[in-house]
Nanobody, 126 residues
């Protein structure tokens, strides 16, 4: 079992920044990669970014590339999502998720992630 708790969401003006955190506990040594997904009202959940626990390889959705940065602190069992130059279209509930299955590749699809946090709301005003 892995437990994930997101924090850091809130209301910010367009152009502003937020940093999301995802604290993990439980079988953290079994995690191969951590991902961030988001779901806007009326839309399906979509991939945002992911990072491998070992080596630090990352992947980003085209819509956030150059604006968002994912990082991890394995000693603290925490993954971060630094979000800069925020846009109103970034408004969504953001979820972190843990992949305990894929030992080589970063997978951008939800099915690869076995454990999920409860989500944190990010609202960007124009």
């Amino acid at each position: 079992q892995v437990q994930l708790v997101e924090s850091g969401g809130g209301l910010v003006q367009a152009g502003g920044s937020l940093r999301l955190s995802c604290a993990t506990s439980g079988r953290t040594v079994s995690i191969y990669a951590m991902g961030w997904f988001r779901q806007a009202p009326g839309k399906e959940r979509e991939f945002v970014a992911a990072i491998r626990r070992s080596g630090g390889r990352t992947a980003y959705a085209d819509s956030v590339k150059g604006r968002f940065t994912i990082s991890r602190d394995n000693d603290k069992n925490t993954v971060y999502l630094q979000m800069n130059s925020l846009k109103p279209e970034d408004t969504a509930v953001y979820y972190c998720a843990a992949d305990l299955t894929n030992s080589v590749y970063i997978v951008r699809e939800e099915y690869a992630y076995e454990y999920w946090g409860q989500g944190t709301q990010v609202t960007v005003s124009s």
